[in-house]
T-cell receptor
């Protein structure tokens, strides 16, 4: 059971370059999330998708775009990377369709993408 | 805005000692609280989830308590083992639709053999 799979695991970009982070889950979950984790800070929500075809901004959406390609896949795009976007990016999924997990099921996380922008 | 704090940021204990990890939050109107474990280079794994109506949850050597009125949760790990070495994060879920799941920065635990 693969759970949540993120690609790539590592990426180095130059300022101004673009890239797409991929996320796929095989648990038939409705909700998917993108978080970033910076040293000394908690995870911060970038975007989320409560169901296929819908996306909403989280706490720190500037500089990012997302696509919920289908129920399984949720991608995060950096159109013009900046050094401030150097971070570890996590994708997560949840069975329900609410904005954040309310029930008894926890979030399921991928192993992260470590992005450095120089 | 919900603020979640975990103190200390790092903790080192000898094997066999009980671990006590603290999480405090500023807004007591929460829906639930989760404790996660994060190993180096890995994602987060859910350990325990406490609903706002509950006082505690237990799983094996782990016990998490919740006191909404004081804005605190504590994760207890009994008889620590080197395999418990990891970063532990708590996350608080608010009640309103626009309320995000707010994470603490985590406590990094080292259990010395």
């Amino acid at each position: 059971n693969a759970g949540v799979t993120q690609t790539p695991k590592f990426q180095v970009l130059k300022t101004g370059q673009s890239m797409t982070l991929q996320c796929a889950q095989d648990m038939n979950h409705n909700s998917m999330y993108w978080y970033r984790q910076d040293p000394g800070m908690g995870l911060r929500l970038i975007y989320y998708s409560a169901s296929e075809g819908t996306t909403d901004k989280g706490e720190v959406p500037n500089g990012y775009n997302v696509s919920r390609l289908n129920k399984r896949e949720f991608s995060l795009r950096l159109e013009s990377a900046a050094p401030s976007q150097t971070s570890v990016y996590f994708c997560a999924s949840y069975p329900g369709t609410t904005f954040f997990p309310r029930g008894n099921s926890p979030l399921h996380f991928g192993n992260g993408t470590r992005l450095t922008v120089t | 805005k919900q603020e979640v704090t975990q103190i200390p940021a790092a903790l080192s204990v000898p094997e066999g000692e009980n671990l006590v990890l603290n999480c405090s939050f500023t807004d007591s109107a929460i829906y639930n609280l989760q404790w996660f474990r994060q190993d180096p280079g890995k994602g987060l794994t859910s350990l325990l989830l406490i609903q706002s109506s509950q006082r505690e949850q237990t799983s094996g050597r782990l016990n998490a308590s919740l006191d909404k009125s004081s804005g605190r949760s504590t994760l207890y790990i009994a008889a620590s083992q080197p395999g418990d070495s990891a970063t532990y994060l708590c996350a608080v879920g608010g009640r309103e639709r626009d309320y995000k799941l707010s994470f603490g920065a985590g406590t990094t635990v080292t259990v010395r053999a």
